[in-house]
Structure formats: C-alpha cells, structure tokens
C-alpha cells in the first residue's frame, strides 16, 4: 500500500493506490455481509470453559507467582533465589516452599493474586452494551463469554453499543493498563460505513487533522475499503476517546451507519464468527506483553 505524507507531516493513504493495493483486513466483508453461503464456513466448535487455577491447601510458590501473571515457573524461581519474594513479610529464597491462600505473597512491593490469567477475544455482533454490570442494559458482552471461564473478566476498552467488532475481554489488570494507556499506542482499524459517498478531499482533511469539541484529532491512515464504494472507508486510528470515530465523521456532515473494528493491537477477527470468541494463544499473550503487537 502506498503512503505519502500530506502537508501537515503526517501519514495518509493515497486514495488512487488504495484501490490497486488494499490492506487484507478491508478485502473481504464478513460472511454474514457478503451472503456466503453457509454450507462453505467453517463449523463453530464451542471451547469447554477454562477451569478456575486456585489455591487449595497448599501450593508451590512458583506456581503461585507464575498463576498471578508475573512470568512463568522457570523464571519464579530465579526471582525467589534472587531474595525479591516475601511471604508475610519474611523473604523466601528455598526452592520448593509452599503457600496457602491466606499467605501474602508480594513482588516488589505488590500483593499477588494466583487466579489464572484468561484472555478472550470477542467479535462483539450489534446492540450488546460493553460493560460488565449495567441494570438498564437488556444485553451486555458478558452475556456473550459467559461460558469462556468461571473467572471475573472484563473488557479492555469500550465499544459502542452499536458497534461490531474485535474486543478483547480479560482478568489481567496490568494488561489492561497497558494496552488502554496512551503511551502503548495500540493501533485500532475501523471498517466504516457511510450514509453517502465521501470525498477525497474529506479523507485528505480526516489525515490532516480536525478539531471536535474535545480537541484535536488525526487518522493515522486512511482511505476507500471498496474499490467502487466510496460510502466505505478504512481508518487506522490510535486515539481511545469516546466514540472518536464517528465524530469524526459526523463532524464533516457523515452519518456512519455502520462501525466495524476488524484491527486491535496486532489481532484481528480471522476465525470469530460474529458473537463468537477464542482465547488467545500463549504466543499472542506474550507479544501483547512484551509491546509487540500493535
């Protein structure tokens, strides 16, 4: 895909080049959008529920340490031999020591917490609020996981209520900070459609940078997803603000009706059919960790 830089310095797709060259999560709509023929998908296999990790009586401590999410067994034990765990207060340096669940168990400073980590990735369909409690709400997300795990989940991030799309649901608070914290810039893409065709010259304004009533705003990239659809565009955006997309848009005299995120910091919604979800690989935990997918 071409790229140039616009007058203001930052990026923009070039609309002409965008139609020869279209990044893979615009090329195809969804099956439930382009008619598909049913009998062509593939089966939907549920997953049996992940069983909840927890203290019984008594537990090594690196598998303690390794549960709470602070690096696997291998490495617990190096951090114990180091003297960088204490449990109630005395340091623990003897491989092999056991815990219970009433002991406090930190890490710098921290208090541990040895229920297993669980990560699952939701194509959120239409109407389903993104919240884990709402009394007004007649259908939230969690209603859609609640057979992925006994865990407490909850989402990273918001979507609207009316939009579709990749979200990311989990019990791992360090994660969550990370991955909603402007400093990660995790990238986000948006399958947008409009209510008329929009002109080039908007997508051109949308690169450059508008203002809202809450401040500036840019698309880090954007262009047409159809090649002769020109009330679908693609917008690659970084920005977590409320509803950001579509008041861009509609800052430029756009109704969007429809909003799809396919793109969420390195994942993408290939195999999750709609108002289905999977957990994430052990590789992919370990790279949206480590800063590696964005």
């Known amino acids: 895909m ?28 969804d099956s439930e959008e382009n008619g598909m023929d049913a009998s062509r998908r593939k089966p939907f296999v549920k997953k049996e529920a992940k069983p909840v990790e927890v203290v019984s009586e008594t537990m090594r401590l690196n598998k303690y340490i390794a549960n709470a999410g602070v690096c696997s067994r291998r490495d617990a034990d190096k951090l114990i031999e180091k003297g960088e765990i204490t449990v109630n207060g005395k340091v623990v340096t003897q491989l092999g020591t056991s815990v219970g669940r009433k002991d406090d168990i930190r890490y710098q400073g921290q208090r541990l917490n040895p229920e297993e980590k669980v990560y699952v990735l939701l194509n959120k369909p239409k109407g389903y609020v993104t919240t884990v409690e709402d009394k007004h709400a007649k259908q939230t997300v969690m209603d859609l996981v609640e057979d992925a795990c006994e865990q407490r989940i909850y989402p990273v991030g918001r979507l609207d209520k009316q939009t579709t799309g990749l979200l990311l649901l989990t019990n791992d608070g360090e994660l969550t900070k990370m991955l909603t914290h402007p400093k990660y810039n995790a990238k986000k893409i948006y399958h947008v459609f409009t209510d008329k065709p929009v002109f080039a010259s908007h997508l051109e304004q949308l690169a450059s940078g ?6 500036p705003i840019h698309a880090d990239a954007i ?15 970084h920005s977590g603000r409320n509803r950001i997309v579509r008041r861009m848009f509609e800052h430029l005299g756009y109704k969007v009706m429809k909003l799809d995120r396919v793109y969420f910091a390195g994942l993408t919604k290939k195999g999750v059919p709609r108002g289905k979800w999977r957990y994430l690989t052990d590789k992919e935990v370990t790279r949206l960790k480590a800063g590696m997918l964005k």
């Open 223 to 237: 262009s047409y997803a159809e090649k002769d659809d020109k009330t679908q565009v693609g917008i690659e955006i």
């Open 210 to 215: 508008i203002t809202l009533e809450d401040g």
């Open 2 to 29: 071409k790229k140039e830089r616009n007058s203001g310095g930052r990026r923009r797709f070039d609309g002409e080049a965008r139609q020869e060259h279209k990044p893979k999560a615009f090329r195809r709509k």
